[in-house]
């Protein structure tokens, strides 16, 4: 009875920033693991960041490094991505996941939000 539901996606030019949420319910107390993956057309999903506030990690792709920050609301339910320093090749369809292991996989999903940037 796990839902995800993410917002925040839209277009953007490069350099500039959006902010995805991700309103979860459902989840148990265990389900630790937050994160967020993409999709761009063509290629396989990929983890982008993802946060276990209890083990006190917090991992991002390298392609992300520096850009993008992972963040959960006090209540738990809630999960941001702030994306800065946006490039084209973050153009992707970002679906919020729970229950992670790292970037490599979810048990959970949301359906997803289109993040476009333009050059």
């Known amino acids: 009875q796990v839902q995800l539901v993410e917002s925040g996606g839209g277009s953007v030019q490069a350099g500039g920033s959006l902010r995805l949420s991700c309103a979860a319910s459902?989840?148990?107390?265990?389900?630790?693991?937050m994160g967020w993956f993409r999709q761009a057309p063509g290629k396989e999903r990929e983890g982008v960041a993802a946060?276990?506030?209890?083990?006190?990690?917090?991992v991002y792709a390298d392609s992300v490094k520096g850009r993008f920050t992972i963040s959960r609301g006090n209540a738990k339910n809630t999960v941001y991505l702030q994306m800065n320093s946006l490039k084209p090749e973050d153009t992707a369809m970002y679906y919020c996941?729970?229950?992670?292991?790292?970037?490599?996989?979810?048990?959970?999903w949301g359906q997803g939000t289109q993040v476009t940037v333009s050059s």
């Open positions: 996941a729970a229950d992670c292991l790292s970037l490599r996989e979810a048990t959970y």
């Open positions: 946060m276990n506030p209890e083990a006190g990690v917090t």
């Open positions: 459902g989840l148990g107390y265990s389900s630790n693991c």
